[in-house]
């Protein structure tokens, strides 16, 4: 836990939606996320079980999806130059998609619809936390030979993501606690599937 004097709430630790961190839009910062995900599986890099983080993009560290997780906790060790960005949950559907019943927006909300997440930072909840339940822009995407849905690579597919993203700014330091859980019933698939991870952050100056 933090000994340094706490946020008024865990909120204060996080970028709005409406924000553009690192000069991009909050919105963006998904399809960047996902983007990333997609080179780590085409270069066979996606064993997290002893990595601190999913991926990076400059100074920001992707902490993983509950859907890919192998551990419960974690601690690791950042600067305060890094912020810290995750979805609780996310769906990506594009026209790669040969069964695709459904308009893109449908097709990521679908499943998103029956999904519940919790975080916390220092063991306070955020508040309101459906706020950070966003929607990209409609996108391009072009999937490279080995990808993770076996789809036809060299061809401009549309894509679109829907889901929960936390965005937390650089931190003071200290060390930090930060928990996140989904919960999410589908009676599409008659399926249930809860997940939660910890991460122990120290962090130091650079």
């Not at 909120?11 to 080179?39: A, Q, V």
């Not at 789809?151 to 993501?161: E, F, R, S, V």
């Amino acid at each position: 836990m933090s000994s340094s004097t706490p946020q008024n709430n865990a909120n204060d630790y996080l970028y709005p939606t409406d924000s553009t961190p690192l000069g991009i839009d909050f919105k963006e910062w998904p399809i960047h996320y996902f983007n990333d995900y997609l080179d780590r599986f085409h270069n066979d890099a996606l064993n997290f079980k002893d990595e601190c983080h999913f991926g990076t993009k400059d100074s920001v560290i992707f902490l993983p999806s509950l859907f890919t997780v192998h551990k419960p906790e974690y601690e690791c060790d950042f600067t305060t130059d890094n912020s810290f960005f995750f979805p609780v949950f996310m769906e990506e559907c594009d026209d790669s998609t040969p069964f695709l019943n459904s308009d893109l927006e449908g097709c990521v909300k679908e499943n998103n619809n029956y999904a519940n997440g919790t975080v916390s930072i220092n063991g306070q909840n955020i508040t309101n936390l459906n706020v950070f339940r966003i929607i990209t822009n409609v996108f391009t995407i072009r999937y490279k030979p080995f990808n993770p849905y076996n789809a036809t690579p060299g061809i401009d597919y549309q894509a679109l993501i829907d889901g929960l993203f936390v965005f937390i700014k650089p931190l003071q330091q200290d060390r930090y606690e930060i928990e996140y859980t989904v919960d999410q019933e589908t009676p599409t698939f008659n399926d249930r599937y809860k997940s939660g991870i910890k991460y122990i952050l120290n962090i130091s100056s650079p």
